[in-house]
């Protein structure tokens, strides 16, 4: 199992903290991990991204997975790494940017929408992949992918992911959905984010209860 498989097993569902500001991402990080996550995003296009990381990787330490996602540039994984950080998450397939990632040291997931980058993304190194959007990506295209793509591969379905809306995905072959405004928006106090995230881990403990039934 991959150091990714090993943090995908405890729950496969990244919390992607689009927009936490620094102070407030310790209390939405303990609050996650009291839920049962344990992979943490906080994307760079947050306000002080690389605080909110270094303070979410200190508080945590192996309890919980923390990276950064929308890591666009080789140059923002040196940070990523500088911060604790020990994931790179992306919305495109730059194999510069996986390269530099697994230079580093670090697990890295990039996005992809089309077989080409996908192969392309996992010749590079990636960890696994991110299916993203996934609202242009319905379950049958998810499907249709993963018969070409190598057997096992992860791939995590990203965008517009409700914890209604993860059967589908799931029963085409995903193995882990990325959760953005869903589970958590600028301002959300630690007790709604907490409501959320037991919602998610529900329905999802339910969704993969029934496949091993």
């Keep these: 199992m991959t150091a990714l498989g090993s943090w995908m ?5 990244v919390a992607i903290l689009r927009g936490i500001r620094p102070e407030e991402a310790v209390a939405v990080g303990e609050t996650l991990v009291d839920a049962g996550f344990a992979i943490v995003e ?24 923390v990276g950064a996602g929308t890591v666009l540039t080789p140059e923002a994984v040196d940070g990523v790494a500088a911060a604790g950080g020990r994931l790179v998450v992306m919305p495109h ?3 510069a940017v996986i390269r530099a990632a697994k230079g580093a040291g670090l697990l890295a997931v990039p996005g992809f929408a089309t077989p080409t980058e996908g192969f392309a993304a996992l010749a590079a190194g990636a960890d696994a992949l991110k299916l993203f959007p996934a609202e242009a990506a319905p379950p049958a295209v998810l499907k249709a992918m993963l018969a070409v793509l190598p057997a096992g591969q992860a791939v995590l379905p990203v965008g517009g992911i409700r914890p209604e809306t993860m059967a589908g995905y799931w029963l085409a072959g995903a193995r882990g959905f990325g959760l953005g405004s869903a589970l958590y928006k600028p301002g959300d106090a630690p007790a709604t984010v907490h409501r959320k995230a037991v919602a998610f881990r529900q329905a999802f403990d339910a969704l993969r209860g029934s496949m091993t039934a």
Excluded: H, K, M, Q
């Excluded at 097993?9 to 569902?13: C, G, K």
């Excluded at 991204?49 to 997975?65: E, K, V, Y």
């Design 93 to 95: 397939a730059d194999t």
């Design 42 to 65: 906080v994307p760079l296009n947050s306000p002080s991204p690389l605080d909110s990381i270094a303070r979410l990787s200190a508080a945590l330490g192996d309890r919980a997975l």
């Design 9 to 13: 097993e405890r729950l496969p569902l």
